[in-house]
């Protein structure tokens, strides 16, 4: 664990003071990384494009999984919650990398979404989806339709059930139904599984360069660049190790401020 996991951590802070190639002797340069990093006119454009990235997903992360639960929940017969809860996790077994390849290809310009536009008459509606620089990071964060996340959605579920009996039949007894009692009782209680599906969001979404690498390598121009693309676009394709590291160690402090600044603020609110 110490070599694996916290000695590169370690190898990063100290990299992040260096002009390093990867495979000459680390020079030490002091603050030259930061100096920069702070006039990076693509870094200021991958940490915008971020920021959208993190709203957005942020959004799809809570609203459609919880909304799913919900109606799981609500079902009558609890063989009938098990299969539909099933068959929303199921597909939590197919690799990452497929769906993005599968997205990549519905995105394409004759892909199955533009096609689709053509047959029911939509044809104005066609769009070269990755190929415009002004839809081309939405729609990398939106591909994944209907945006319900297994994870998410059996954590939300787990929060319902959590919810005592005697509470439900006081909502009931009150009057506490149906979107009343959503609001009233069911989204208060859902804070602590809030916490933690916004922070995973959160840190998944800083840290995610699979997408944007595979289905367009940051372009076109930087309209899907990303911060941690950048990071690894400079380390292993210009050779710059120790501006990388430095990238890396900026964005481990912001991930690290964000976290606990959300945890702070879910909590009182709970």
Do not use: C
Not at 56 to 76: G, K, M, Q
Not at 152 to 176: C, D, H, K, P, T
Not at 230 to 238: F, Q
Request: charged share 10%; no cysteine; proline share 5%.
């Amino acid at each position: 664990m110490i070599w694996f996991m916290y000695y590169p951590v370690y190898q990063a802070l100290i990299g992040a003071f260096t002009d390093w190639d990867g495979f000459n002797a680390p020079h030490y340069i002091g603050l030259d990384n930061f100096v920069r990093l702070v006039g990076d006119e693509v870094l200021r454009q991958s940490t915008i494009n971020a920021l959208i990235w993190v709203v957005l997903s942020i959004v799809l992360a809570v609203v459609p999984p919880f909304l799913v639960a919900e109606l799981i929940f609500h079902l009558r017969r609890e063989r009938a919650q098990y299969v539909y809860r099933t068959l929303f996790v199921v597909p939590i077994v197919i690799p990452g990398i497929v769906t993005i390849l599968l997205w990549r290809f519905l995105y394409q310009g004759d892909g199955a979404i533009n096609q689709l536009l053509k047959l029911i008459g939509l044809d104005s509606l066609q769009q070269l989806w990755l190929g415009d620089p002004n839809i081309a990071l939405y729609s990398i964060i939106l591909m994944g339709f209907p945006w319900i996340s297994a994870f998410n959605l059996l954590i939300f579920y787990s929060g319902l059930q959590s919810i005592s009996s005697e509470v439900l039949e006081a909502a009931r007894l009150e009057g506490a139904t149906g979107w009343k009692r959503v609001w009233r009782i069911d989204i208060p209680s859902s804070y602590p599984q809030l916490r933690l599906i916004v922070i995973l969001t959160l840190i998944g979404s800083l840290q995610n360069i699979i997408p944007p690498l595979i289905m367009t390598n940051g372009g076109p121009g930087y309209s899907t660049y990303v911060p941690i693309l950048h990071m690894y676009n400079v380390s292993t394709v210009n050779g710059e190790f120790g501006y990388g590291m430095s990238i890396a160690l900026v964005m481990f402090v912001i991930i690290l401020l964000l976290t606990l600044i959300n945890m702070k603020l879910i909590k009182s609110e709970s």
